[in-house]
């Protein structure tokens, strides 16, 4: 009989599977639940972006398009970027991805080589280090500290560098933390990479989910434009998760090579998804304002109620994640999360699902009603108030 384990891939056997996903497994087999474990807006994606794809379906428009997309909807990514971000990019300058998560594989697989260094701020999203891993690269941790805010600081920048160091990621806002980067910040990583041939994917699928400051990217900084790629999408800021739609904009030399990754692995995004970010970009400021007016609601009113529980816990600043510490309870944040599921219902993400960095915190989303925050609420005091 054929050995099927002997015959996959040695480095994805090494890859150890989503912690996030086991979480998700443990809500399978339990009914009424209260979850804030999903990074997806509870909103339905507006009305007028679902017409825009149902006319393009009335109107047979249901071939590829071409590997790069839409040339309008690249151009209305180029309008979109100058008008909410003062970027600068040329319709030529985008790559249309299968979501933001093929933005960030395309970008990795395509700057980097085996045995060149890849540095990840983390916590951060899950996929940044298995990729560089499978990419046959060597992933470089750096874990941000609390006092920091979980923010890169120059000097943790600086001493992770080597003569191998390929790319940063520069995961913010972030997830989990709710961290982000103000211009000051932004330029003072940039005065250390600057005489540096290295390369940066800063991931921006959260820059509209800001709360009192507007997003500020990397690639606005002086002379870092060059040496950036910016990986976006439509899933967070318009309630589009399962419309599977993402973006690159990048250096025209970049864009061109990472068109050739996405045409072999996908051939194009979907149709009728492109149609319906088009009229997203066109007229979709209005609902990007509603949606976060509502977030912030909820951030504040979530921030508030865990401290009240006497859970410390730092205000985000972006995303829809907060964070907050639990590591002075008395359970490692796994134990927390799991029995938090088995006694109350209620589930949460542990730290540790974001990087070993993660012990001691865990990842909350309040992409949620009100209500279904405040039954959780509940829920989380009730079990603290069991281990004290």
């Known amino acids: 009989m054929i ?6 891939s ?42 825009a794809a149902i006319t393009s379906l009335e109107r047979g428009q249901t071939y590829y398009t071409s590997n790069s997309g839409l040339p309008e909807l690249r151009t209305e990514v180029s309008r979109y970027m100058k008008r909410r971000f003062d ?15 093929e933005a960030i594989d395309v970008a990795i697989r395509s700057l980097v080589n085996p045995g060149d ?14 990729i560089v891993r499978m990419a046959g690269a060597t992933p470089v941790i750096i874990n941000t ?55 940066v994917l800063s991931d921006e699928i959260y820059a509209e989910l800001t709360f009192g400051k507007h997003h500020v990217s990397i ?13 976006s999408g439509f899933s967070k800021a318009y309630a589009m998760t399962g419309w599977r739609l993402g973006y690159l904009c990048g250096p025209k030399a970049w ?36 949606m976060c007016a509502e ?24 995303a829809f994640y907060i964070y907050p510490y639990i590591g002075g309870l008395g359970l490692s944040s796994e134990e927390f999360c799991e029995r938090l599921l088995r006694e109350e219902k209620c589930a949460i993400v542990p730290g540790t699902a974001f990087g070993e960095c993660g012990e001691g915190y865990a990842r909350i989303s309040y992409a949620y009603s009100v209500k279904h925050i405040a039954e959780a609420l509940e829920k989380i005091e009730r079990f603290v108030n069991k281990l004290k």
């Not at 890849?118 to 951060?124: K, L, N, T, W």
């Not at 990472?258 to 692995?265: N, P």
């Not at 979530?302 to 006497?310: A, T, Y």
Request: glycine share 6%.
């Open 295 to 318: 977030y912030n609601r909820r951030r504040v009113f979530i921030h508030e109620g865990l401290n009240k529980i006497g859970i410390p816990t730092l205000m985000p600043e972006g």
């Open 3 to 8: 050995d099927h384990n002997n015959m996959l």
């Open 10 to 51: 040695e480095t994805l056997k090494d890859i150890k599977p989503s912690g996030i996903r086991k979480f998700f497994d443990l809500l399978a087999d339990m009914g009424d639940v209260t979850a804030l474990t999903v990074g997806q807006p509870d909103f339905v994606t507006p009305w007028h972006i679902r017409e």
């Open 145 to 199: 500290k609390a006092e920091n805010g979980f923010k890169l600081t120059p000097d943790e920048l600086s001493s992770a560098i080597t003569e191998r160091t390929k790319l940063l990621v520069l995961p913010y806002p972030n997830n989990p933390t709710g961290a982000i980067l103000e211009r000051e910040e932004l330029e003072a990583l940039a005065d250390v990479l600057r005489d540096r041939s290295i390369a």
């Open 255 to 290: 864009i061109a090579q990472m068109t050739k990754l996405h045409q072999y692995a996908i051939m194009c995004a979907p149709t009728a998804s492109q149609f319906a970010a088009v009229e997203a970009l066109k007229n979709g400021d209005g609902d990007i304002a509603e």
């Open 87 to 101: 970027l600068d990019f040329d319709p030529s300058e985008v790559l249309i991805t299968v979501g933001g998560s």
């Open 117 to 130: 260094e890849v540095i990840i701020p983390m916590p951060s999203f899950v996929c940044y280090e298995p």
């Open 219 to 231: 690639a606005n900084v002086e002379g870092m434009a060059e040496r950036t790629v910016i990986a």
